[in-house]
């Protein structure tokens, strides 16, 4: 079992310390640094090799919510972030900076605990993905984050995207209700193969695989119809051609 080096940061010192003794007395955590500031963390962030931040959000100078929102997560393996608050009204905010999970004030070494081991499951995840071969196509996947868990779903399960303002719902033939994740269509279509999906609309991914019949300007996939827009038309219609 790896040992996830940790730091956490709040500008109250009781709940700091807290923090600081519930990560200590865990066995697969590792304390790396206390910060009172999201500012002074921001440079130990950038210095040292840091898997996981237990990080409060209301904070003077720079919030929580703010330091999330500057930490890299291109390669996905920036330090994950749990937050820690007093304030329930910021769990969507949360969410939206892809935070690993949500602690409300106060709260006890169970619920801390159970934040933590999310902490290292995801981790063992991201090592198993980076050491694995790569996989045969058909039996590839993709990691999407659905609530506050990282989700495999094989490529050949999914059948369209629809993309909904912040959110992205993800239909599968194995299940008649959608998975709603929230990430974008366009960071979704930069993860997946170009050769087994293809973007038709501004609101539509689908899968080449699961369609069913075609229309000049739509696509079936079982009983939905899907509009291809007249940006995706050239696009859509060059796949089409190798067809027939």
């Known amino acids: 079992m790896s040992v996830l080096q940790c730091i956490a940061v709040d500008d ?9 003794s519930f990560i200590e007395k865990t066995p697969f955590l590792a304390l790396a640094g206390r910060y009172s500031s999201a500012v002074e963390a921001l440079q130990a962030i950038h210095s040292k090799h840091i898997d996981v931040i237990f990080l ?11 330091l999330a929102r500057v930490i890299d997560k291109g390669d996905g393996r920036a330090p994950r972030i749990i937050f820690t608050t007093a304030f329930n009204q910021y769990a969507l905010d949360g969410f939206r900076v892809d935070a690993l999970d949500y602690l409300l004030k106060p709260f006890n070494y169970e619920e801390f605990l159970r ?14 993905a980076s050491s694995a071969s790569l996989p045969d196509p058909k039996d590839a996947y993709l990691f999407l984050k ?11 399960d999914i ?3 629809e993309g909904l303002k912040d959110y992205v719902k993800v239909h599968l033939k194995s299940d008649s209700k959608p998975i709603l994740s929230l990430t974008s269509l366009k960071a979704l279509e930069e993860k997946l193969p170009v050769s087994k999906f293809m973007r038709v609309h501004r609101s539509f991914i689908v899968n080449l695989d699961k369609i069913s019949a075609v229309t ?29």
């Open 12 to 20: 109250e010192p009781l709940a700091l310390g807290l923090v600081c």
């Open 56 to 66: 409060d959000i209301q904070m003077p100078d720079l919030t929580g919510i703010e």
């Open 115 to 128: 934040a933590a081991s999310k902490a290292q499951a995801y981790s063992e995840l991201l090592n198993k």
């Open 146 to 156: 659905v609530e506050y868990q990282l989700v495999r779903i094989a490529y050949e």
């Open 159 to 161: 059948l369209y995207m």
């Open 216 to 244: 000049k300007n739509t696509i079936q996939i079982g009983s939905m119809t899907i509009p291809v827009s007249d940006q995706h038309k050239d696009g859509f219609n060059q796949f089409l051609s190798k067809w027939m």
